[in-house]
């Protein structure tokens, strides 16, 4: 049988305060408990720690021995909690994120400077990935997910949400036209994603209600491709406003269909598993996220 922690403590305790009564009530234990630990650990040594006096309790060569280990095991305890509460003041370690590549791109880069300025401790490694992945198989602590979730076996955290828009950029409208109704699209060049069709369903209001199902001319499994694209005037696009407010801001891309868009708006998570802890250095982040990631 291996020696406890009980045991160590019981013991370092009588030998500092000379007695089992005060090593008991040091400890908060009864004087029996302490007998009991005491009596465990020189069984399970096999040999002779304390001699007990009438008087007093003195350290046998062997107790000397013992007691110096006994010492430094207990002092590299509490080293290793004052280390974990100083890593709960000040977060530390590896953080590993993933996101899709716009949103890594437009919303977590430009505040990854201020970050390490705030929490120098902590070791960034970003992971960007345009499908949902495995958070165990790729070791990701957190993942920024957009739009609906559906994985029932991560924790979620609202952090912000975006509003999806029909764009063009001025070259491509002054070219082909501007489209004055959603019916109208049929005679342009769009640009849809690949993989997942839902992301194809735009918020245009018409004989389809609120959302219009198109059917691309050109595909791009990634939103920064698509953007990319509607910059240099290969079509329109329908795109959050994380990823494309600056270039409306700049005339680089122009909003169309205004008047017949509807006011949908992605939400934007954080997931991690239930069954894990949430560690300090992921609350830190995710709180400094949603601080700064304004409701596009």
Known sequence: M????????????????????????????????????????????????????????????????????????????????????????????????NAATPFMLHAVVPLVPEFRRAYPQITLELDTDELNIDLLARRIDVAIRIGPLRDSTLHARPLATSRIRVLASPA????????????????????????????????LRGVHGDEWLITPHITASSGETLRQLALRGAGIVCLSDFMTAADRERGDLVQILAKDTADVRQPISAVYYRNT??????????DFLQERLKTF
């Open 2 to 97: 291996k020696t406890t922690l009980e045991e160590l403590q019981a013991f370092a305790a009588v030998v500092d305060g000379g007695s089992i009564t005060a090593a008991a009530e040091h400890l908060g234990q009864t004087v029996s408990g302490i007998s009991r630990a005491l009596a465990r650990l020189e069984k399970k040594l096999e040999t002779t720690l304390l001699r007990r006096t009438t008087r007093r309790i003195e350290l046998t060569e062997e107790g000397q021995a013992f007691l110096a280990r006994t010492r430094a095991i207990l002092a590299a305890l509490d080293d290793a909690e004052e280390h974990m509460a100083a890593r709960r003041l000040q977060p530390a370690g590896r953080l590993r994120v």
């Open 172 to 203: 491509y409208l002054a070219e082909h036209g501007r489209p004055r109704t959603a019916a109208a699209l049929g005679r342009h060049t769009l640009l849809g994603f690949s993989q997942v069709e839902s992301l194809n369903r735009w918020p």
């Open 277 to 286: 802890q949430l560690a300090a250095r992921i609350a830190c982040f995710l």
